[in-house]
């Protein structure tokens, strides 16, 4: 039974001394120098500098797409950086770096959605993350043993059961098992939480940080990510601030208010310029008649939600990731529930390129015209003449790179996405949902689609856009901003900016314990975060 | 090096060359009748390759897309085509009977597939189930005979081109223009592409991928009513087309992961087989050996072209399907991706 | 709200995931009810042994498409791999019991050959599979072209086997269940296979290989069909290599009856002998019935896809 035991027990006595001196230079567990990583075109890491020492608790903020997620995964030894090196008590490890790396054993991760097997029980699931620390015969006993003293000691009151399936867990309670299954190996030395206590309750949230305050009196090192800047403020014992990719503060805990953090994170007010002042003024003014509109939608990570969507309005959802914009597009692209209207037909701007926007065995062209080919064609046929034009046109208008006889998987990210935001407006539709599309597109490529956006609402399209990026949304008209399924405010005009985005999105709502659907629908696949 | 290129492209010629080369061995120990050989290949081929392009479609709406029914259905159609010519004596109205059962079975997996969510290969396994029931039924004292002017009609052949394949080729041409150019078409191969990217795209899922079902019993329902007045019909006519059908489909360069369909490949692997069978027969192996070469040359093709895209894993070295560089030509190929 | 529901909810969880099983076991004392109805000697141990011995190698070769369908695969080949089987017992473990066994190890081989050919080539099982059992056919007619040949005697002896007591056909189902179920639901390496067709990401961010579990799956498979073609030809006391194409569909149908899914992840070895045996009874309560035998197939693909929309009621009401 010796996954449970606390961690390396030589090693205790010098921590212990360091501790009671408060000593600020206790020796790091992992050390990153200069970490920087790709991913085709997007630099996800720049340059990261960071250290956990042992004993200690490290808050780490940072807004949608800092590069938290692909930090973390470096940390924890999954993914090997492309420069700089990631030492784990003293020895260089980013060489080695792979999930079967021995030098990462004792760096452990947490992750938001969860890495457990949905069919499995929990104590095959402990097996499977720890079977290194269990004995071979008998481990399922061992391993059932273990997650419940470690969910005790977590979590009283969790009413998990070493025999119950993921799958048949509620949200928390995977979020409990994922939490402890992360902690439980024979030496543990950085334990790292990404956003624990989303789908958690208060409670189960305090007793989590008590045992993240014995884990640490232990000399074991956390790291804490989290939205919630308050809770991050009251458990750490320093914040470190990443930013485009790189940590640009790091700063005790102790005497720093949220307002400061918010700040550090990247308030920098937006320049909107003279120009998108008057238009957003104009355009607010009004009053529209409706083409779309949810009226206290309740669902599957929704609660109460009400939009209006004006013809030649571009309203905005913004807040952070998955806090149901996507579930009120969705309502939007199939509204066959009541309390969804849709005058009109639609057209769908995917943000997941890879997943659901892109048919990689075509062209630009054949890319393009597959949503406007249904309006164009007569009779069930095509009309290839017509069809050219309209490629032809947009292509131009874009300026696609490499033009329409290109095949689509030989263009960069920023032209394929230019390819799938023509096809929605290449269409004849009349509102047009944008899912998130411009994450990991260059600052041009944006920049002519804004335009193009605005264009088309001055045609009297209506476009809903959701969008990970809040500086993004000051070209809205209207942003509601989301946070735990609900719209937590309406801003307009003059309102809309990043710096107010970003404290609505952080705000607290009271009694916000369960998200519901959006995890849950995620949690079965089980891939790599959605942002970061 | 562009000449591989060129191959790489034109996925189909591998069917036809493997033909040809076949033939030649055929006329190397025949020593004789060339020229028969073509002719009489060319009289069997076409009832493989019609049934061929009705699975073609099937696979190509994407992973997991596949039709086991058609061999119940071309078995069934045979009977009730020839039931329903001798009855009212139009040969007509038994090819429209054989296809109406082919749609009819198609039916009952279609709505197993989109109304339970059945996986295709159970819903066409029941519905083909239930089929080959009432052609066991149907076979108990079956006493009528096909019509004798369809059988005729189908012996046809002016200068050694039999009437069948040509009336066929053109029926290959027609799906080669159905998937070119219709929405149909385009919708399929964009469905077998990337089902959720064809779904926001506008792209009407569930009615493309019930069309093409539909489609794919229909033509071995025309598969099984030709096939009866042909040889004859019986309980076993079909056995061989399951796993033929899907050969040719994976042989003639259609993608098996979807989404690429190669009609005119089709062709050529038909004609490859059925040369095979000669040649087997010519030089006296058994069936045993049929089976054998038909499955190994399958397995080969699949492992050889790799397949599926498995969120991990690394590009395969033998990869056929269109690389950058190659779907560039596309508009040139015979491939109707292009 | 959330919080209330939270002790409520493994119960109905278990409850929708041992309801087909359940069903199954329900329509199983129907359909003995049914036969000992029309027929009293069904109940006897003489007369069970009869119902049920059609059953047994149905059941076995529905536990090796279980075990294949746990990583998330499906066999097609199944059928004419036990049809071959049979076609080996029958002829050259009759005539060189080494030589035979050699072949039989090289067929569970050949299957893990398979597993890891499908998984590195990242190819569909279905295709695959569907294009081995012509492999499994043309061997089997290069063995024996028709029909025929004797069993070894033990094999035989085995099939006639009648202890006093309880029916000879039990002890073979529950063995090879609790054997299956050891394998894929108790053992290290079942999780690895149930991990697999459950969260393949999380397997490898734990360190597992997804090879050796995909190989290990097939290999396990390709042992029970082995199996399952034994006891057919000790049945038969012959060869034929199409004498099992129809469990192919029968097998994948004993698991869906037994409780298993399409999507992978789950092992459900009692339940898939139950559903085997029930679908296997199927024929005998037809034939009993009086129905013609033509219209058994029939009835048996109206009963999986009967099945299978029930399950979708099931899974909405649940829900």
């Known amino acids: 039974m010796h996954v449970d035991r606390s961690p390396a027990e030589p090693l205790a006595a010098p921590r212990g001394a360091e501790a009671e001196q408060g000593a600020p230079d206790r020796q790091p567990v992992v050390l990153a120098r200069g970490v920087t990583k790709t991913y085709g075109r997007t630099r996800a890491l720049a340059g990261v500098d960071l250290e956990v020492r042992a004993g200690e608790v490290l808050g780490l903020v940072g807004h949608n797409g800092a590069g938290k997620s692909t930090l973390m995964r470096v940390l924890a030894g999954l993914e090997a950086c492309d420069e700089g090196t990631v030492a784990v008590r003293g020895r260089d490890a980013s060489g080695e770096a792979g999930p079967r790396a021995a030098a990462f054993r004792g760096v452990r991760m947490a992750y938001q959605e969860t890495s457990l097997c949905p069919d499995l029980t929990v104590a095959e699931n402990i097996w499977v993350s720890s079977r290194h620390c269990l004995p071979r015969l008998r481990w399922r006993r061992a391993a059932g043993e273990a997650a419940r003293r470690r969910l005790d000691e977590m979590f009283p009151g969790h009413k998990v059961t070493p025999r119950d399936r993921i799958e048949d867990l509620s949200l928390a309670q995977r979020q409990m098992v994922e939490i402890a299954r992360a902690s439980l190996v024979d030496r543990l030395d950085l334990l790292i939480l990404d956003e624990p206590t989303e789908s958690l309750g208060p409670d189960a949230a305090r007793s989590l940080y008590d045992y993240v305050r014995a884990l640490t009196a232990r000399g074991v090192a956390v790291l804490l990510i989290s939205h919630r800047i308050r809770e991050v403020l009251s458990v750490a014992d320093r914040v470190a601030v990443l930013r485009d990719g790189a940590v640009i503060a790091e700063r005790p805990a102790a005497g720093l208010g949220e307002h400061d953090v918010l700040t550090l994170m990247g308030a920098q007010v937006a320049a909107r310029t003279e120009d998108e002042r008057v238009r957003a003024a104009t355009a607010g003014s009004g009053d529209r008649p409706v083409t779309a509109e949810l009226r206290g939608a309740t669902g599957p990570g929704l609660r109460d939600v009400s939009v209006r969507v004006g013809a030649g309005e571009v309203v905005g959802l913004a807040g952070l990731a998955g806090q149901g914009q996507q579930e009120v597009l969705e309502r939007l692209w199939h509204p066959v529930r009541r309390d969804t209207r849709v005058h009109g037909t639609r057209a769908y701007v995917p943000g997941d390129r890879q997943r659901s926007g892109v048919l990689p065995l075509w062209t630009v062209a054949e890319n393009l015209i597959v949503t406007a080919m249904r309006g164009i064609a007569r009779r069930g046929l095509r009309r290839p003449a017509e069809e050219g034009a309209v490629v032809r046109d947009w292509v131009e208008r874009l300026a696609v790179r490499g033009g329409p006889d290109a095949a689509m998987t030989e263009l960069s990210g920023g032209n394929q996405q230019k390819v799938i935001v023509a096809r929605a407006f290449a269409s004849a539709a009349e509102i047009v949902l944008l899912d998130d599309p411009f994450r990991g597109v260059d600052v041009h490529t944006k920049t002519d689609l804004y335009r193009l956006i605005r264009q088309e609402a001055a045609r009297g399209r209506s476009v809903v856009w959701y969008s990970s990026e809040n500086a993004e949304m000051v070209h809205c008209d209207r942003v509601y901003v989301l946070r735990a399924g609900q719209v937590v405010a309406e801003l307009t005009g003059e309102e809309i900016s990043e710096e107010r985005i970003i404290a609505v999105s952080f705000a607290e709502v009271g009694g916000v314990t369960e998200t519901g659907g959006a995890g849950a629908a995620r949690s079965r696949d089980g891939g790599v975060p959605s942002h970061g | 090096m562009n000449n591989l290129r060129a191959l790489g492209t034109r996925p189909w010629i591998w069917g036809f060359a493997a033909a040809a080369l076949v033939w030649l061995a055929i006329l190397a120990i025949s020593g004789q009748g060339g020229g028969q050989t073509v002719s009489l290949a060319l009289s069997l081929a076409p009832y493989l390759v019609i049934v061929g392009l009705g699975q073609m479609l099937v696979i190509t709406a994407g992973p997991g897309n596949i039709d086991v029914s058609v061999a119940p259905i071309i078995s069934l159609a045979g009977f009730v085509s020839v039931a329903t010519a001798a009855a009212t004596g139009s040969a007509t109205a038994g090819i429209v009977a054989g296809i109406g059962v082919g749609l009819a079975v198609a039916v009952v997996s279609t709505v197993a597939i989109l109304g339970l969510s059945v996986p295709p290969i159970i819903a066409t396994l029941a519905a083909g189930l239930v089929a080959s029931s009432v052609t066991l039924s149907l076979a108990d004292g079956f006493a009528a005979v096909p019509d004798p002017g369809l059988r005729h009609l189908l012996n046809l052949r002016p200068a050694g081109v039999p009437l069948l394949a040509v009336a066929v080729a053109a029926v290959t041409a027609l799906v080669v223009a159905l998937l070119r150019r219709t929405v149909y078409g385009r919708s399929l191969i964009a469905v077998g592409q990337n089902r959720r990217a064809a779904e926001r795209a506008g792209v009407p899922v569930a009615r493309i991928i019930a069309t093409t079902y539909l489609a794919s019993g229909a033509l071995a329902g025309l598969t099984g009513s030709l096939l009866a007045a042909y040889i004859a019909p019986s309980a076993d006519l079909g056995t061989r087309y399951l796993l033929d059908s899907v050969a040719v489909v994976v042989i003639g360069g259609t993608l098996i992961s979807g989404g690429r369909a190669v009609p005119v490949g089709v062709w050529g692997a038909a004609l490859f087989f059925i040369l095979l069978d000669g040649l087997v027969n010519l030089v006296g192996w058994s069936t045993a050996a049929q089976n054998l070469l038909k499955g190994g040359l399958v397995l080969l093709v699949l492992f050889l072209a790799g397949g599926g895209d498995r969120a991990t894993g690394t590009p395969s070295l033998f990869r056929r399907r269109p690389r950058p560089a190659a779907a560039t030509l596309t508009t040139t190929g015979e491939n109707t991706h292009g | ?319």
Not at chain 3, 127 to 150: E, H, K, N, R, Y
Not at chain 3, 191 to 207: C, K
């Open chain 3, 1 to 319: 709200m959330a919080e209330l529901l939270a002790p409520a909810l493994p119960t109905r969880a278990r409850m929708r995931r041992t309801a087909p099983a359940a069903v199954s076991a329900v329509a199983l004392v129907a359909m003995i009810a049914v036969c000992a109805s029309l027929q009293s000697d069904v109940l006897t141990v003489a007369g069970l042994s009869l119902v049920l011995s059609a059953t047994v190698p149905l059941v076995i070769a529905a536990q090796a498409q279980m075990t294949l369908m746990s990583v998330g695969d499906i066999d097609l080949g199944i059928g004419t791999f036990v049809g071959l089987v049979t076609v080996v017992a029958a002829t050259s473990l009759v005539s060189s019991p080494v030589t035979g066994v050699l072949i039989l190890l090289g067929l569970v081989a050949a299957y893990a050959v398979l597993g890891t050919l499908v998984h590195l080539r990242r190819v569909p099982s279905l295709i695959a599979t569907l294009g081995a059992s012509f492999v499994w056919l043309g061997l089997g007619l290069f063995i024996l072209p028709t029909p025929g040949g004797t069993t070894p005697e033990w094999l035989a002896a085995f099939g006639t086997w009648q202890p006093a007591g309880f029916p000879a056909p039990l002890l073979p189902i529950l063995l090879v269940a609790a054997l299956v179920y050891l394998l894929t639901a108790r053992s290290a390496l079942g999780v690895r296979m149930r991990a697999l067709g459950s969260n393949p990401v999380a397997l490898e961010r734990a360190g597992l290989r997804p090879l050796a579990a995909r190989a290990i799956a097939y290999a396990a498979a390709g042992a029970l069909g082995v199996l399952s073609g034994l006891v057919l030809a000790s049945q038969t006391g012959g060869g034929d290599v199409s004498s099992a194409s129809s469990y192919t569909l029968m097998t994948v149908a004993a698991v869906i009856l037994g409780g298993g899914s399409f999507q992978g992840g789950g092992a459900v070895p009692w339940g898939v002998a139950i559903g085997g045996v029930t679908l296997g009874l199927v024929s005998v309560v037809l034939s009993l019935l009086d129905v013609p035998t033509t219209m058994q197939s029939a009835v048996q693909g109206l009963i999986v896809l009967a099945v299978l929309a029930g399950r979708v009621v099931v899974g909405k009401v649940l829900r």
